[in-house]
């Protein structure tokens, strides 16, 4: 059935910057929205970022607007986050996940079928 997967969690002091890759194993990803949430300890999963099938809209948690920006390369059948800035608070781990095709999107996490096992992403100051 295939399943998503999380690359490029990491250690970075303040201010840093990664760049977190998905991809799916046994399925194509071009048929399906993609969001970036993420839990840190004790509290629940948060979103974080979502772009559509075609690339033509995406969406932003608040908090990491203007720092954080979602893509997407169809021939790599990956989607990417790329994190500047980063501070202690966006210390987690990060998921990627999809909805059923054609479901519409959003920052609900109920809104996603399909999750990755989670990359750590660890800021220190």
């Known amino acids: 059935q295939g399943q998503l997967v999380e690359y490029g969690g990491g250690l970075v002091q303040v201010g840093g910057s990664l760049r977190l890759s998905c991809t799916a194993s046994g399925r194509t990803f071009s048929g399906y929205h993609v969001g970036w949430f993420r839990q840190a300890p004790g509290t629940g999963r948060e979103f974080v970022a979502a772009?559509?099938?075609?690339?033509?809209?995406?969406e932003y948690a608040d908090s990491v607007k203007g720092r954080f920006t979602i893509s997407r390369d169809h021939a790599k059948n990956t989607v990417y986050l790329q994190m500047n800035s980063l501070n202690v608070a966006d210390t987690a781990v990060y998921y990627c996940?999809?909805?059923?095709?054609?479901?519409?999107?959003?920052?609900?996490?109920?809104?996603?079928?399909?999750w990755g096992q989670g990359t750590q992403v660890t800021v220190s100051s």
């Open positions: 772009i559509s099938v075609n690339r033509g809209s995406t």
């Open positions: 996940a999809a909805p059923l095709p054609g479901n519409l999107y959003g920052t609900d996490e109920r809104q996603y079928n399909y």
